[in-house]
């Protein structure tokens, strides 16, 4: 059982700046495709951001593009989400998944869909008030 933890999340002002992490088992790392994901109540999860296997690849919901940034520290396991110049619309749960796919197959669609992530976090709560 793969079991991710994520930390950071809390209370914001509009304008303001939080960091999300996500820490991966160790020895599941180093070829693991990780994303972000937020999902709010009455809404299906939805993907924010993702970071391949290499480091060298990552992508972006619209909505984040220029605010936030994806980072992973293979010494630590760990993957980052910087996220700056947060907004209401910013709020709610975020999770951070493992993709179960095959990394050698992954496209951007498959990265981007929670279908195909059976690893999840327990999630941590961000709030950002106006």
């Known amino acids: 059982q793969v079991q991710l933890v994520e930390s950071g999340g809390g209370l914001v002002q509009a304008g303001g700046s939080l960091r999300l992490s996500c820490a991966v088992p160790?020895?599941?790392?180093?070829?693991?495709?990780i994303a972000w994901f937020r999902q709010v109540p009455g809404k299906e999860r939805e993907f924010v951001a993702a970071i391949r296997w290499s480091g060298g690849i990552t992508y972006y919901d619209d909505f984040v593009k220029g605010r936030f940034t994806i980072s992973r520290d293979n010494a630590k396991d760990t993957v980052y989400l910087q996220m700056n110049s947060l907004r209401p619309e910013d709020t709610g749960v975020y999770y951070c998944g493992r993709y179960s796919g095959s990394r050698w197959s992954a496209t951007e669609p498959k990265v981007k869909s929670p279908l195909e992530y059976a690893y999840w976090g327990q999630g941590t709560q961000v709030t950002v008030s106006s």
């Open positions: 160790e020895g599941t790392f180093t070829w693991s495709d």
